[in-house]
T-cell receptor, first 111, second 117 residues
């Protein structure tokens, strides 16, 4: 059972365009993280959101945690080729130690 | 990837051999997590360890897989009698405190890519 669904799975857009990646679940998480993974490397944490409705910005990236803490979105403004990579959302439960990962969104930005 | 070390980075084994994957957590971190990633998929939790203790092994296959985190030295993920289906990237993460509810972060290593011939 996939507890975290990410969409789209693949996205290829032109440099300068905007995009949004979604992460949805039927479960309530105590916190949710977004990671970016380059080929041949481990995931690198971009942000952690904890409070329902929370919005965090990291330069051109905007992360939002849903009010019910079941879903999240990542919005990239004016995408650049350097944004290319695999974006993973991951949720944590307060009662468990493990992180549940989504299946990822593979993003490709064309120059 | 903040200081978590994994070796080897690439490991090739023939079916039936043993694979040993090592993970040295970040300095000051006493919590270690192992994940497996198949091509084009997200990471799947395998096991969570503290020094000398297995805390949660709910994601570990029941046979052939074991993990340890001794008082001294790295954490080891051991796969006995490997099969082709074990081919994957294995990632280790470490944290300072137990995650899950807290905002303490798991930092990931670069992974070990296991290929079973």
């Amino acid at each position: 059972t996939q507890l975290l669904e990410q969409s789209p799975q693949f996205l290829s857009i032109q440099e300068g365009e905007n995009l949004t990646v979604y992460c949805n679940s039927s479960s309530v998480f105590s916190s949710l993280q977004w990671y970016r993974q380059e080929p041949g490397e481990g995931p690198v944490l971009l942000v952690t959101v904890v409070t329902g409705g929370e919005v965090k910005k990291l330069k051109r990236l905007t992360f939002q945690f849903g009010d019910a803490r079941k879903d999240s979105s990542l919005h990239i403004t004016a995408a650049q080729p350097g944004d290319t990579g695999l974006y993973l959302c991951a949720g944590s439960y307060s009662s468990a130690s493990k992180i549940i990962f989504g299946s990822g969104t593979r993003l490709s930005i064309r120059p | 990837n903040a200081g978590v070390m994994q070796n080897p980075r690439h490991l090739v084994r023939r079916r039936g051999q043993e694979a040993r994957l090592r993970c040295s957590p970040m300095k000051g971190h006493s919590h270690v997590y192992w994940y497996r990633q198949l091509p084009e998929e997200g990471l799947k939790f395998m096991v969570y360890l503290q020094k000398e203790n297995i805390i949660d092994e709910s994601g570990m296959p029941k046979e052939r897989f074991s993990a340890e985190f001794p008082k001294e030295g790295p954490s080891i993920l051991r796969i006995q009698q490997v099969v082709r289906g074990d081919s994957a990237a294995y990632f280790c993460a470490s944290s300072q405190r137990r995650t899950g509810g807290s905002t303490d972060t798991q930092y990931f290593g670069p992974g070990t890519r296991l290929t079973v011939l």
